[in-house]
């Protein structure tokens, strides 16, 4: 870690472990609310988790990948939905660093910020005097309910006015409308819901155009020489979430195991699940892909810490290969939680067995764009077969 008087790993993994009894009470408010209770917002933000990807001038600690992974990960053990919420935030304080450090100062004046972000270029502008006048809609903008800013993308012209390009912008939360639309079955805590801008005023100096973006030329000049801060947006943008897959896996098997005891195998002569031969195979492949997980997981956050320390540059190979384990991380993630579902019985279906909401969140991050496995395999094979990538989020 490169943040000044940051808390080491061990400590950050211990403040994170503290807060899983917490998360875990709160659980079934939030499934009946469709958002995170206020007492985990504010133990999060008091607890200095959410300081991970601040910028080290505003009391951040600029943690490097691999803390964040596992940080994220005990908290997925408690809640996938507070999880991802927390890597929402964590993404959004980065991409936030992103910006003129005139505007940083304005976003982190608020010790406790928490700054939403969606990555998909819904919305129109038009060129007006001095920026931006921007309208159009977000959807799954998950923590919007507990933020005070949200980073969007949108369709703007081109600087000869010939063409139309996307420019990332910041807008406070208090000039957006929120619709209250966030009835799933899956990462229901989250609160993903629509936002909408009504001829939102932009300033110039709070938009970056995506071409800039792709290409690490960031607007900030103090996070210039940051290992953190100067690392390409989407593989670090994307980190975030393999710790909530990684740690939906681990809870699975923890849930399992936790059960087991005094299970029996209905309608069988098993008076105790663990005699089975069965359970014997099933525990062990859950367990090994769950380990195989962790080490695409790993690779991905190696990459950006080694590549980040070291100043490198990331070849069209590095970014596809980093899609590659990405898909493979979070398809590996569920094969493990459904086999450890599968080998829980009937009564697992219940409410109060944490594994039925695992299983259900887990398959929610895999239908997610970003870690679709499908999507993932593609991009990186295309590039395998000597083809373009046919898409410009790498």
């Keep these: 870690m490169s943040g000044h008087n940051a808390p080491s790993p061990e400590q950050l993994l211990e403040v994170a472990t503290e807060l899983v009894p917490l998360i875990r009470s709160k659980t079934e408010w939030s499934d009946e609310n469709r958002r995170l209770h206020e007492d985990v917002v504010g133990a999060l933000a008091e607890s200095g988790i959410l300081k991970l990807r601040r910028p080290a001038r505003y009391g951040g600690y600029e943690t490097n990948t691999r803390t964040m992974l596992e940080v994220i990960a005990t908290i997925a053990i408690g809640d996938g939905s507070t999880a991802w919420n927390t890597s929402t935030w964590l993404i959004g304080s980065w991409m936030a660093g992103m910006f003129p450090d005139h505007v940083q100062d304005e976003v982190f004046s608020d010790p406790t910020v928490r700054i939403c972000v969606v990555l998909s270029p819904t919305a129109m502008a038009t060129a007006v005097d001095g920026g931006l006048m921007v309208n159009g809609s977000w959807h799954f903008m998950s923590g919007a309910h507990h933020s005070q800013w949200q980073v969007v993308i949108t369709m703007a012209p081109t600087p000869d006015g010939a063409d139309m390009w996307p420019v990332m912008a910041l807008v406070p939360m208090s000039e957006l409308e929120i619709v209250d639309d966030w009835h799933t079955n899956a990462m229901v805590g989250t609160g993903s819901v629509t936002t909408v801008?009504?001829?939102?005023?932009?300033?110039?100096?709070?938009?970056?155009?995506?071409?800039?973006?792709?290409?690490?030329?960031?607007?900030?000049?103090?996070?210039?020489?940051?290992?953190?801060?100067?690392?390409?947006?989407?593989?670090?943008?994307?980190?975030?979430?393999?710790?909530?897959?990684?740690?939906?896996?681990?809870?699975?098997?923890?849930?399992?195991?936790?059960?087991?005891?005094?299970?029996?195998?209905?309608?069988?002569?098993?008076?105790?699940?663990?005699?089975?031969?069965?359970?014997?195979?099933?525990?062990?492949?859950?367990?090994?892909?769950?380990?195989?997980?962790?080490?695409?997981?790993?690779?991905?956050?190696?990459?950006?810490?080694?590549?980040?320390?070291?100043?490198e540059q990331w070849k069209m190979e590095d970014r596809t290969l980093y899609r590659g384990h990405f898909g493979r991380m979070a398809l590996l993630a569920k094969e493990s939680v459904d086999i450890f579902a599968t080998a829980s019985g009937g009564s697992s279906i219940y409410r109060k067995v944490p594994i039925q909401r695992i299983q259900a969140d887990i398959h929610a991050l895999n239908l997610h764009a970003l870690m679709h496995p499908n999507t993932n395999f593609e991009v990186y094979g295309r590039v395998l077969c000597g083809l373009e990538p046919n898409t410009m989020y790498l």
């Design 197 to 311: 801008a009504n001829n939102v005023f932009v300033p110039q100096d709070r938009t970056i155009p995506m071409a800039a973006v792709l290409q690490n030329a960031y607007a900030s000049e103090r996070n210039a020489d940051s290992a953190v801060f100067t690392q390409p947006m989407l593989p670090t943008g994307a980190s975030g979430f393999i710790g909530v897959a990684v740690g939906l896996a681990r809870a699975a098997r923890d849930e399992f195991f936790q059960r087991l005891p005094g299970r029996k195998i209905t309608y069988t002569d098993y008076e105790r699940q663990s005699d089975a031969p069965l359970t014997h195979l099933q525990v062990a492949e859950a367990s090994l892909k769950l380990d195989e997980a962790e080490y695409h997981a790993y690779r991905i956050a190696g990459m950006l810490d080694d590549k980040g320390a070291g100043r």
